[in-house]
């Protein structure tokens, strides 16, 4: 796991302190944590004694904590039904992380409904519907090319009529530059009144997942976020640069393809797995 992430921060190791310094900067910027908590890992190591492993180790644990959210105590104490928007980009994983959350929810006893907001992309309705029938939970979908936004309207109003407790939206990916895309996530945001705004990023994406999620907060703004395939090689730096630099919570982490691959963000557990082995 974080085997590209290993590879960078390996070489400062082992070498006189001064020398492991000067090439600490290059290789935690090779590894996408990103400019603002690498200056902050450097000053750390500059200002204490301690051997400079635990002090990055520390540091690094202390950015990733300090943004925290439970997200299973919010949707318990929130007023129900509890709505929660998904945005991305193409191929981050929202679709299958909506089945990941909605089976996590459906499991704590919560009804869910899923909203097929993408009417973009062929095939993503079926993506979802596969996916709700699989897990138990209904499918509010429009044909493709009508408005996201009334999808998400009836979705909203299915879980009032019902009382239910959560409502799951889905949305199209683009590239996250694509003036239409936000134009049309921000009336869904608006529409809805989402509860949470989730960000899914690609855990492989490095660097990239920190300027779309700049870019998504900074046109809809965002509260949370999510990454995706850290079973697959992920790389771990851009978790730090996205604590650091975006100063929102990762809520959870997705560790696969099955439904019960999602797991609680736990910056001590994360800590581990990136230094491990180093
Ligand atoms: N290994 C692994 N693969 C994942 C994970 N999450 C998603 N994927 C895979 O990533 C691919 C894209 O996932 P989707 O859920 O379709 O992504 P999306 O963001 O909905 O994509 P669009 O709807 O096209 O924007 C699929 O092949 C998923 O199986 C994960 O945590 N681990
Ligand atoms: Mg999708």
């Not at 290789?27 to 750390?44: M, S």
């Not at 683009?174 to 509860?195: G, H």
Request: charged share 30%.
């Amino acid at each position: 796991m974080f085997s590209s992430f290993k590879e960078k921060i390996r070489g400062i190791f082992g070498k006189p302190r001064e020398e492991s310094i000067e090439a600490l900067e290059m290789a935690l910027l090779e590894a996408d944590v990103g400019i603002d908590a690498t200056e902050r890992i450097k000053n750390a190591v500059a200002m204490q004694k301690k051997e400079i492993g635990a002090i990055i180790r520390e540091e690094v644990k202390n950015i990733l904590s300090e943004n925290s959210m439970d997200f299973d105590e919010f949707v318990k104490t929130h007023e129900k039904p509890v709505k929660l928007l998904f945005v991305g980009i193409n191929g981050s994983g929202k679709t299958t992380t909506i089945a990941k959350v909605g089976y996590r929810l459906k499991n704590n006893g919560y009804s869910c409904v899923f909203g097929s907001c993408d009417t973009f992309r062929a095939g993503a309705v079926e993506q979802l519907k596969y996916h709700g029938e699989k897990i138990g939970i209904e499918v509010i979908a429009h044909d493709y090319g009508s408005d996201p936004a009334s999808v998400a309207f009836d979705a909203i109003a299915h879980a009032k009529a019902k009382r239910m407790d959560a409502v799951l939206l889905d949305t199209a990916g683009r590239m996250q530059t694509n003036k239409n895309l936000m134009e049309e996530m921000k009336k869904i945001k608006r529409v809805s009144s989402a509860d949470l705004t989730i960000f899914v990023g690609d855990g492989l994406a490095g660097n990239d997942a920190l300027l779309e999620a700049k870019e998504f907060d900074a046109n809809i703004g965002i509260d949370c976020v999510i990454l995706t395939k850290i079973d697959s090689d992920a790389k771990g730096g851009s978790a730090i640069a996205i604590a650091q630099e975006l100063k929102k919570p990762i809520i959870f982490l997705g560790m696969g393809e099955g439904y019960d691959r999602l797991m609680k963000f736990d910056a001590e557990w994360f800590v581990k797995r990136l230094f491990e082995d180093v």
